[in-house]
């Protein structure tokens, strides 16, 4: 399971007597690549507030995944968003304790998607899969805090590395609730290391993703799409 969110619903949530209320969620705008945050509206806080971004497999909460180091009122999107949505979670805080209120979702983040063209083109999984990565680099390492899967029930997830890695070949099935957490492949690589991610479906066209660790730097990623039978990715359509 994904850890909770601290979620607020709606302006009314109650809050124990004197800690500050929410009353207005805050409110995510985009110019360009560069996401911006509000406070939203409180009751009893204490400034300043303190900002966290989640990166979310789909429009709902429970999806969400914390992204490592994004502590400022801004975020600017990067290859890792790419088919996600992204909240903003706002903690305001006083003498007798704190709570966080999360932004409604962003629309996904534009990616490069199958389309099925002229006779014979085989259809795409739909919905088409989003492959959500979080963790943190430091030095030649990097931690893998999240790999969370949406995409249809019944899809194959394969996942397999290569290189500098001690992370082992293994497969999920998408259940029901269209989502999937692999959590055997949260572990720590070395620069180098090479993360690749297959999902599939019978008669459909599938995901292809790759994650390159890299030295002081977020991993570099590499969406592509994968036909039936086929070991080696396309461009997508």
Same mark, same amino acid.
């Given at each position: /399971?994904?850890?909770?969110?601290?979620?607020?619903?709606?302006?009314?949530?109650?809050?124990?007597?004197?800690?500050?209320?929410?009353?207005?969620?805050?409110?995510?705008?985009?110019?360009?690549?560069?996401?911006?945050?509000?406070?939203?509206?409180?009751?009893?806080?204490? &400034?300043?507030?303190?900002?966290?971004?989640?990166?979310? *497999?789909?429009?709902?909460?429970?999806?969400?995944?914390?992204?490592?180091?994004?502590?400022?009122?801004?975020?600017?999107?990067? $290859?890792?968003?790419? $088919?996600?949505?992204?909240?903003?979670?706002?903690?305001?805080?006083?003498?007798?304790?704190?709570?966080?209120?999360?932004?409604?979702?962003?629309? #996904?983040?534009?990616?490069?998607?199958?389309? *099925?063209?002229?006779? $014979?083109?085989? #259809?795409?999984?739909? #919905?088409?899969?989003?492959?959500?990565?979080t963790g943190r680099t430091t030095g030649a390492r990097t931690r893998i805090t999240g790999l969370l899967v949406r995409g249809p029930a019944g899809a194959r997830v394969a996942v397999g590395c290569r290189g500098a890695c001690r992370a082992k070949p293994f497969t999920r099935v998408i259940p029901a609730g269209r &989502?999937?957490?692999?959590?055997?492949?949260?572990?720590?690589?070395?620069? +180098?290391?090479?993360?690749?991610? &297959?999902?599939? $479906? &019978?008669?459909?066209? +599938?995901?292809?993703?790759?994650?390159? /660790?890299?030295? +002081?730097?977020?991993?570099?990623?590499?969406?592509?799409?994968?036909?039936?039978?086929?070991?080696?990715?396309? *461009?997508?359509?």
């Amino acid at each position: /399971m994904v850890a909770a969110l601290g979620f607020v619903a709606s302006a009314e949530a109650q809050a124990p007597t004197g800690q500050p209320v929410n009353r207005a969620l805050p409110v995510v705008t985009q110019a360009g690549s560069t996401l911006t945050t509000t406070d939203g509206t409180w009751v009893g806080d204490t &400034r300043p507030y303190t900002y966290e971004w989640l990166r979310c *497999a789909d429009a709902s909460p429970e999806s969400c995944i914390a992204v490592p180091g994004q502590t400022a009122s801004t975020y600017l999107i990067t $290859g890792l968003d790419a $088919g996600a949505r992204l909240r903003s979670r706002v903690t305001a805080s006083n003498p007798l304790g704190s709570r966080a209120a999360v932004s409604e979702p962003t629309a #996904p983040v534009p990616v490069s998607a199958p389309t *099925a063209t002229g006779p $014979g083109a085989l #259809p795409r999984l739909s #919905p088409f899969p989003v492959l959500v990565v979080t963790g943190r680099t430091t030095g030649a390492r990097t931690r893998i805090t999240g790999l969370l899967v949406r995409g249809p029930a019944g899809a194959r997830v394969a996942v397999g590395c290569r290189g500098a890695c001690r992370a082992k070949p293994f497969t999920r099935v998408i259940p029901a609730g269209r &989502r999937v957490r692999l959590r055997k492949g949260e572990l720590l690589y070395r620069a +180098g290391a090479i993360l690749e991610i &297959r999902v599939t $479906g &019978r008669a459909r066209i +599938g995901k292809f993703t790759r994650l390159r /660790m890299r030295r +002081g730097r977020a991993p570099a990623r590499l969406d592509r799409c994968l036909a039936p039978g086929a070991a080696v990715p396309s *461009a997508c359509s």
